[in-house]
């Protein structure tokens, strides 16, 4: 991240891969005409934020050769494990549960994956997760093609998994200016607006509405929710993007309160 003091902070890879694998849904469909289980589910017709064809999804959102998308770490940071222990299973929302999930109709992109961790995790531009010992990762996309995802941060103590949080905190209540600051070097509109749109005890979710700067996020017009709330030594984020012409219509954040009352039941 610009102006970090802490060493590499890995990209969370399976929302690149989420990124990627969108981007080649159309190509993979009329190459194949079935194919695997993903093209066959959803339409090909896949809609980018700035409203091209799927095709021609942000490259730097592509997992290289060999990395993410085939299941392996990012080099230096973290290595796959095996499935996920029950406990961590369990504490991620069911497809059905996610945000709007009756209108999106999220469906698994890839099994669950759980790693260890070396560093840390950045979520988005603005805030990464430090501290963890573990990371479960949970990937869907809907059937409008966008992307969503669960992870699942464990820590050595409940304090720790407290700090991760208040510090996250911390950066998403400046993630308006930092936004804002990565649109003017992209010589774009500086139209950021980030808002905390609902809070319960230790749990918090924020939308950040923008032109995205294609790196960590897709390029153009789009909507970014994120939660998080911290039980215990458990830290769960959840992730969902709103890609401009993707929509009939906008998400209601009304219901965020619910759904961080969901992921702190899932938790307890």
Not at 169 to 198: E, I, Y
Not at 215 to 236: M, W
Request: glycine residues 10%; aromatic residues 6%.
């Amino acid at each position: 991240m610009p102006g970090s003091t802490r060493p590499f902070i890995a990209v969370r890879p399976v929302r690149h891969a989420v990124l990627a694998v969108i981007g080649g849904l159309a190509v993979l469909a009329t190459a194949t005409g079935c194919g695997s289980s993903t093209s066959s589910t959803h339409a090909a017709s896949a809609v980018s934020p700035a409203g091209t064809a799927a095709s021609t999804a942000p490259s730097a959102a592509a997992a290289p050769p060999g990395g993410p998308a085939s299941g392996s770490a990012l080099p230096g940071t973290a290595a796959p494990g095996s499935a996920a222990p029950g406990s961590t299973v369990s504490a991620r929302l069911s497809a059905a549960q996610l945000p709007d999930g009756a209108v999106e109709g999220w469906k698994p992109l890839t099994a669950a994956r759980t790693q260890a961790v070396h560093t840390g995790i950045e979520l988005n531009e603005c805030a990464s997760v430090v501290g963890a010992a573990s990371w479960q990762q949970q990937a869907y996309i809907s059937v409008f093609q966008t992307p969503a995802e669960q992870d699942v941060f464990t820590f050595p103590s409940a304090a720790a998994a407290q700090s991760a949080y208040q510090a996250l905190q911390a950066k998403m209540g400046s993630c308006q200016v930092q936004s804002q600051a990565l649109q003017a070097k992209a010589h774009l509109a500086t139209d950021a607006q980030v808002a905390t749109t609902a809070g319960i005890d230790a749990g918090t979710a924020w939308s950040r509405k923008w032109t995205g700067v294609e790196g960590v996020s897709a390029a153009g017009p789009q909507t970014n929710h994120l939660y998080a709330v911290q039980r215990g030594a458990s830290l769960a984020v959840v992730h969902f993007d709103e890609w401009a012409g993707a929509h009939a219509a906008p998400y209601d954040t009304q219901a965020d309160q619910g759904v961080l009352s969901a992921v702190a039941r899932q938790l307890a």
